[in-house]
């Protein structure tokens, strides 16, 4: 977090974040996200000529990727990135019957890409999201992708698999209390620190979520 004041009116204040540049026109006491800055901004400053003028810089961290050789490995079919302005990371993939693609791992970018999404936005107290993307297999089209977590901490997709209906699991792990849970073998959080269990059916709604204590 880097705090600066306008010299000229030191009540209106700016916030770079790990989400971006936000305003305070009234000391801090309220917040709204000043332009299109999503990732992660090191800094604020003003030009001492012209204070309305503000700089910034957005720190693109680590970003996942997925790409798809040909049977023999000797040829690119196509490769993308999977991610937004903050550092994403790609931990496990399966493919479907039809060969499509089935991503989780952990996502800190506010601008990851959603698409028919069960959650569409990370909230801002959470510092990384799980995430599930589904690719087109023949050409890596977005056709499914959501963020999974609480309101709070940090939620992770470690692993991901596709039964023969095209039913979607992921496990991971969460610090987040506020986990949601349906038709679950452990419906609140045992511990600090817990594994998840996640089930979508095929279309992608939510089957069932239990919560696995782990410490």
Not at 42 to 60: K, R
Not at 143 to 161: N, R
Request: glycine share 14%; with cysteine.
């Amino acid at each position: 977090l880097h705090l600066v004041a306008v010299p000229t009116t030191p009540t209106t204040v700016y916030a770079g974040t790990r989400d971006g540049v936000f305003k305070s026109a009234d000391a801090g006491a309220n917040w709204q996200a000043s332009g299109d800055t999503n990732g992660y901004s090191a800094f604020v400053a003003f030009n001492p000529q012209d204070t309305a003028m503000v700089y910034t810089g957005v720190n693109d961290g680590n970003d996942g990727f997925v790409a798809k050789l040909n049977a023999a490995g000797s040829a690119l079919m196509y490769s993308t990135f999977l991610g937004g302005r903050n550092v994403d990371l790609v931990n496990d993939l399966s493919l479907d019957g039809a060969g499509n693609l089935y991503v989780t791992g952990i996502t800190d970018s506010s601008s990851f890409p959603t698409l028919r999404a069960f959650q569409a936005n990370k909230p801002r107290p959470v510092y990384d999201n799980a995430f599930l993307t589904k690719l087109d297999g023949a050409n890596g089209t977005l056709l499914f992708s959501t963020y999974f977590g609480g309101g709070v901490e940090a939620t992770g997709g470690q692993s991901v698999a596709v039964n023969a209906r095209g039913d979607v699991c992921v496990g991971g792990w969460t610090t987040a209390p506020d986990l949601p849970t349906k038709d679950a073998l452990q419906a609140t959080a045992p511990g600090v620190s817990n594994g998840f269990l996640l089930k979508f059916g095929a279309p992608r709604m939510l089957l069932a979520l239990g919560l696995i204590g782990l410490f």
